[in-house]
């Protein structure tokens, strides 16, 4: 792929983009929630349940974040349960999108479900929402939050494999891990004219990292994002102004990674998403100094969060970051 002719051109396009995003209406209300929103000491969530859309190989690999343990330990501090979809990447995007339609399928008639995706998990929900099923199974989702989601899958899988001993080290890893190739293929292709359709009744976040050069902390992010950066702003992984063309609101992420690694106070930004989102439910978002009135409710009766919740990240394997 060619390089930009101008080193800094990139960067300034991305500062240009973010600033774009963090200025529109639709975004402001989010952003304001997720960077000022106080974390209450107590909350009532009856009935809401979290449904995970996990990153790739997310049992294989951790420590990258595939596998949401950020999320999981923040929602249980609210006593909201968390049901992992075992869906690893590895099976295409028709066998993800059925366990994902069948999971919601059988769920509780009475549950108010956010659905997370992370990463590919976002392609495989977009591909869900495809499919003939889809209006039944998706309508008690009531949020659909994709974490540094690949919606689109990337240009920079296919770019790796372009490159014959990358392409030799891929087949020779996926045999001796006896998985196939083809369905990741298939699952991580960039096709940015997929169909994208959102129910009416489905409210759609997105966070994403918008990183300059320098925000990069490894090398092979760093050379992914050059690889692709006639596409645009990028994070190596996802484009930008793909996302941003995309419906519903977006929280961009600036000094941060395509895994969220550097993103300030993430666990406390997650944390007030959830309490964003449950405002969202109850129909009483913006009251008391940004939080909630349902959060002061019957305390003795609801979860208690760490008070220290806000301020310090949940602990992970090191070097691990957010979700990917």
Aim: with cysteine.
């Amino acid at each position: 792929m060619r390089k930009s002719a101008d080193p800094q051109a990139l960067d300034e396009a991305t500062r240009v983009l973010y600033a774009k995003i963090r200025g529109m209406p639709r975004n402001r209300r989010l952003a304001s929630a997720l960077e000022q929103g106080q974390l209450p000491s107590a909350v009532r969530a009856p009935g809401v349940r979290i449904v995970l859309v996990p990153g790739i190989l997310y049992r294989d690999y951790p420590q990258t974040g595939a596998d949401g343990a950020r999320l999981r330990v923040i929602a249980e501090s609210f006593g909201i349960p968390v049901e992992t979809i075992p869906a690893d990447g590895t099976t295409g995007l028709d066998a993800a999108a059925t366990l994902i339609i069948d999971r919601l399928d059988r769920l509780p008639a009475n549950d108010r479900v956010l659905l997370f995706s992370l990463s590919k998990g976002s392609a495989e929900v977009r591909h869900a929402l495809t499919q003939a099923r889809a209006d039944a199974a998706f309508r008690r989702v009531h949020a659909w939050v994709s974490v540094s989601g690949l919606p689109f899958g990337t240009p920079s899988f296919e770019g790796v494999l372009s490159r014959p001993l990358s392409r030799i080290l891929f087949a020779g890893w996926f045999w001796w891990r006896r998985w196939k190739l083809e369905p990741v293929r298939e699952l991580l292709a960039y096709q940015p004219r997929a169909p994208f359709a959102l129910p009416s009744h489905l409210e759609f976040i997105q966070i994403a990292a918008f990183p300059l050069r320098s925000h990069l902390r490894d090398r092979r992010s760093k050379r992914l994002q050059r690889r692709i950066e006639m596409l645009g702003p990028n994070d190596g992984f996802a484009v930008l102004n793909d996302l941003a063309a995309l419906p519903g609101t977006l929280y961009p992420v600036w000094g941060a990674d395509h895994y969220l690694e550097g993103a300030p106070d993430l666990t406390g930004c997650i944390a007030r998403l959830i309490v964003y989102l449950i405002g969202r439910l109850e129909g009483s978002v913006g009251l008391e100094d940004g939080m909630p009135r349902w959060c002061h409710e019957d305390p003795a009766r609801s979860s208690s969060i760490p008070a220290e919740l806000g301020n310090r990240d949940v602990p992970h394997a090191p070097g691990s970051a957010g979700p990917t």
